[in-house]
Every structure is written in C-alpha cells, then in structure tokens.
C-alpha cells in the first residue's frame, strides 16, 4: 500500500491506524511539538484552489483522511484502509492511548458550544480524557498570543484543536514553534460528524457533499 496519496495536489499519508498510532507515540516522546490533521472532504473541497491554505498545509508533520470517500476518489482499494476510515479506528486508538497513558489534554475551538459539542463527541469514542484547559478563538478575534500564553501555561501533552477552514491551519502554521506541547491534533472533523449524524437534514447535506467531491476529484483525474 502507498503511503501518500494526492487530492487536489494536496498529499495525504496513508497509513494504517496502527502504524498511525506508532508515529503519535514517536511524537509523543520528542522535544517539540508535531502536527497531525484528520481532514475531511468538506475541507478539501473548498481549499482545492487555495494555494496560501495549502502552503499552511505544508507544516502539518502528518496528514490524514478523515472519511472513506477520500480513499475511493484516490483509487485506493485497500480493504484494511477503508475499514479503518469506517470504523474510526485511528481516533479510537488515539484516544484510548491519551487516557491510559493520563497525557494533558487541551481543547481549542471557535466557541463555547463548538467545545461542549466536542467534549460529548470524544465520551463517545473514550471517557476519561483530561482536559487541563481550553480556549475559544477565532480568526476575528485577536487573542492568539493570549491563547499560545494560555496552553503554554498548563504545558499540555496534546492540542485538539477544532477550528473551521482556513483558519485552523493558518493558525498551527504561525503558532507551531511557539508552543510547549508534544502533539496538536486538528480534528473539527468530529464537529462535522455530529452535526451529521444529528438530523436528517445532515445526512443529506452529507449526501450531496460526497457526490460533489467525487465529481470534483473526477474533474482533476481527466485533467
């Protein structure tokens, strides 16, 4: 199996869950803190033609898809892949290893609800998560020094960080060296699964995204 895959000239790592994990706990163990992104097709689809966006991407140590949909567009047919993507099981994985191993959470969103949201989608994947600190920013809002001060402070093991597009990249770009973490971890796409699974209204919504993307992937393909 190929470990990079391209969408929209951006290139994704394509690995296991496991050999995923195995990178998280290199991370885990160095002097600064590395970047990891689950990125969903939504994502994606609206930075396909930003190229400041896509430099910004360029800072994130690795890279993942966030849905099965993206490893279909790509041709991937590699069963274990997918499956994984089905069953979540990276973020399974990522957050059974933050509890057993008690790491220092801490949570970045764009406001208060986002961060509940957010906390409720995580008890569903583990309980037990600590949470040292949080904060809510947003592109507007000017308080990134305050915030770096803020999780500086509390010297977390991880970053999750659940900030819309194009913001989020932007901001670990600029911030990256500043911070005393060992991992941030982009993931506002559990943001997106919620509000997916709560109404019908998201499923569809979901429904038509998937076509969109496909026939968007389809286009670059023929050239």
């Known amino acids: 199996m190929e470990e990079k895959i391209n969408v929209f000239d951006i290139e994704l790592n394509l690995l296991t869950a496991k050999k995923a994990m195995r990178q998280v706990m290199r ?12 990125i969903p097709m939504e994502v994606l689809l609206k930075g ?64 208060e609800k ?16 600590q949470f040292v600190g949080e904060a809510v920013i947003s592109a ?38 500043l911070l005393n973490a060992r991992v941030w971890f982009g993931c506002s796409f559990l943001l997106n699964q919620q509000k997916k699974e709560e109404k019908a209204s998201g499923k569809f919504k979901y429904f038509i995204l998937k076509r969109l993307f496909r026939y968007q992937v389809g286009k670059t393909l023929k050239g």
Do not use: H
């Open 27 to 38: 991370y885990m163990g160095g002097e600064s803190v590395s970047t990891i992104e689950l």
């Open 48 to 111: 396909q033609d930003n190229a400041e966006w896509k430099q910004s991407l360029q800072s994130v140590d690795l890279l993942l898809p966030s849905e099965r949909e993206i490893l279909e567009s790509a041709e991937v047919t590699d069963e274990n892949a997918i499956q994984d993507l089905e069953n979540n099981t990276f973020v399974r994985l990522f957050f059974r290893y933050l509890v057993k191993n008690k790491k220092k959470v801490f949570l970045l969103t764009e406001d």
């Open 114 to 129: 986002a961060g509940r949201l957010l906390k409720e989608r995580i008890e569903t994947y583990r309980k037990g998560v």
């Open 140 to 177: 507007q809002s000017g308080s990134k020094d305050a915030v770096i001060n803020m999780i500086n402070g509390v010297e977390p093991d991880c970053i999750l960080s659940a900030l819309s597009y194009p913001w989020q990249e932007k901001f670990i770009a600029e911030s990256k060296a």
